[in-house]
Nanobody, 123 residues
């Protein structure tokens, strides 16, 4: 059974940083496309950053603008999203997802999803 578990969401002040983790079981993450997405109520799930393939090819959305980075630890079967210079607009539920093939950061291409972790940016 495939399971993705996100953690690391929290309440943080504007300008602060958070590191989200995504731990996987039931699949080997390095063999999948892995994406980070976020969603706010009433809006579609938005792609942030992804590993497109096992060679480390990346996909990301323009709003990342150097504030966010993705990394992975194959030994731990985990992927991370480092978020810096957080803004109130970054408040959302953050999800990691896995797909056998996803060359674009589009939610509909992903097969497996975690339950999400809440990130709130507020003073």
């Amino acid at each position: 059974q495939v399971q993705l578990v996100e953690s690391g969401g929290d309440l943080v002040q504007p300008g602060g940083s958070l590191r989200l983790s995504c731990a996987a079981s039931g699949l080997i993450l390095e063999n999948y496309a892995i994406g980070w997405f976020r969603q706010v109520p009433g809006k579609e799930r938005e792609g942030i950053f992804s590993y497109i393939d096992s060679d480390g090819k990346l996909g990301y959305s323009a709003f990342v603008k150097g504030r966010f980075t993705i990394s992975r630890d194959n030994a731990k079967n985990a992927v991370y999203l480092q978020m810096n210079s957080l803004k109130s607009q970054d408040t959302a539920v953050y999800y990691c997802a896995a797909a056998k093939l996803a060359e674009e950061l589009v939610a509909g291409l992903y097969d497996y999803w975690g339950q999400g972790t809440q990130v709130t940016v507020s003073s």
